[in-house]
């Protein structure tokens, strides 16, 4: 909820790179809703999230764009809306790429370049949804101590459950985005639960997308404590699988539920995509 809906992509890149913006265009703007973030947590332990990927733009400076996963030696996944600003007449840009093996997003030398990607066909700006997509990486990714894939989940995963979500977003949503890996423990919803704290959030905030509860996943902490600008596109964890991929919410840690992609509702189109797309045609 940071500016209206014409500028939406705009705010997002503004807000990732620490340009602030004005409070007054709050209002009805689906694109305030997107790169939820990371408030309240702590310092990950060196290798925890060994799967982690931080997303960069820029040359020879980068800049922090979102989270993402390692799935296999050849695919990324992260949210849709992550990588569909990176990509220019059907190509992803040569300076959009991974760093991986290591708890700060702005090392140089665990750099790891992009080939393709995979948006999920319904992906759709308009109402967040199917918010999915995957990078495939132009050579094999080289697991070791401090690389390795994670497993997704294809259950379904009910409410009162405790997941972590690991991430480089702003700490808050005027404040800095930190060097150092973040992780925090988020209790996940049920449906009815996420309903009924979006329903107050609507009545304190404003407007808000829909929650899907086939195809998304709530959880929350507490006030001072949730994602921010930054953290979309990484993994919810639960039992040692990946079972959402941060998505939007109310900016920032405002007592509000985030909201994930529900990993289980789109296990075919990964594994399809995997299949399809585990190369780029020149390796």
């Known amino acids: 909820m940071f500016s209206k809906l014409a500028i939406l992509f705009f705010a997002f890149l ?11 265009k709050l209002k009805n703007d689906l694109k305030s809703f997107f790169s939820p973030r990371i408030v309240g947590g702590v310092d990950a332990p060196y290798g925890f999230s060994r799967y982690m990927t931080a997303l960069v733009w820029g040359y020879p400076v980068s800049s922090l764009v979102c989270g993402g996963s390692i799935i296999t030696k050849r695919h990324v996944l992260s949210a849709a809306h992550c990588i569909e600003p990176f990509v220019h007449w059907g190509e992803l840009s040569p300076s959009f ?12 030398h665990t750099k790891i370049q992009f080939c393709g990607y995979k948006n999920h066909p319904g992906w759709n ?5 199917n918010d999915v997509g995957l990078l495939i990486t132009a050579s094999d990714i080289q697991f070791n101590h401090l690389v390795t894939p994670i497993a997704l989940s ?3 995963v009910a409410g009162g459950q405790r997941g972590l979500v690991t991430g480089w977003g702003r700490l808050g949503v005027w404040q800095n985005i930190p060097y150092r890996l973040q992780i925090l ?18 009545q304190i905030w404003g407007f808000g ?7 998304e996943i709530c959880t929350l902490h507490s006030v001072g404590h949730g994602m921010c600008h930054g ?3 990484s993994a919810l964890v639960y039992k040692n699988k990946q079972v959402g991929i941060v998505s939007w919410g109310y ?17 075919g189109f990964i594994e399809d995509t995997i299949r399809e797309y585990n190369c780029c045609g020149h390796d």
């Open 125 to 129: 700006w308009a109402n967040i949804k």
């Open 209 to 215: 997308p829909p929650v899907h509860a086939a195809v």
């Open 14 to 24: 503004q807000l990732s790179n620490g340009v602030p913006l004005e409070t007054d």
């Open 251 to 267: 900016p920032c840690a405002l007592g509000a539920p985030d909201v994930f992609v529900r990993i289980s509702a789109f296990n």
């Open 97 to 108: 790429r991974g760093v991986i093996g290591t708890n700060y997003w702005n090392a140089t």
């Open 231 to 233: 953290d979309s596109g």
């Open 154 to 156: 294809s259950e379904w």
């Open 185 to 202: 423990f988020v209790t996940i919803l049920s449906p009815e639960q996420c309903y009924r704290y979006m329903e107050k959030a609507q």
